[in-house]
Nanobody, 117 residues
Framework: QVHLMESGGGMVQPGGSLRLSCVASGIVFKITEMGWYRQAPGNQRELVVRSSDGSGSGTVYSDSVRGRFAVSGDSADMTWYLQMNSLRPDDTAVYYC?????????WGQGTEVTVSS
């Protein structure tokens, strides 16, 4: 069974940084997409960044985070990171790891990020 587990969320002041992690297990088919999404209170879930497998190649960032966030990691280790810098109050959301393979797609449980003074 495939499992995704995010961690690293918490409360931080504006301008601060956090690094989120996503660790996967049980994946035996080729990863076709790895991404991070977020859902702010009362809002729809939105894309933060996605790539072919989370290695950084073919990476697409949302306009709101480009230049502040960066993804790293690789499918060989099945571990990915989202480095978040210069955090702003509108970054407050639950952040989710998402992976697609040739056989299916899975979400992590989410990790909450709160940016507030």
């Amino acid at each position: 069974q495939v499992h995704l587990m995010e961690s690293g969320g918490g409360m931080v002041q504006p301008g601060g940084s956090l690094r989120l992690s996503c660790v996967a297990s049980g994946i035996v088919f080729k990863i076709t997409e790895m991404g991070w999404y977020r859902q702010a209170p009362g809002n729809q879930r939105e894309l933060v960044v996605r790539s072919s497998d989370g290695s950084g190649s073919g990476t697409v960032y949302s306009d709101s985070v480009r230049g502040r966030f960066a993804v790293s990691g690789d499918s060989a280790d099945m571990t990915w990171y989202l480095q978040m810098n210069s955090l702003r109050p509108d970054d407050t959301a639950v952040y989710y790891c998402h992976i697609k393979t040739l056989r299916g797609a899975w979400w992590g449980q989410g990790t909450e990020v709160t940016v507030s003074s």
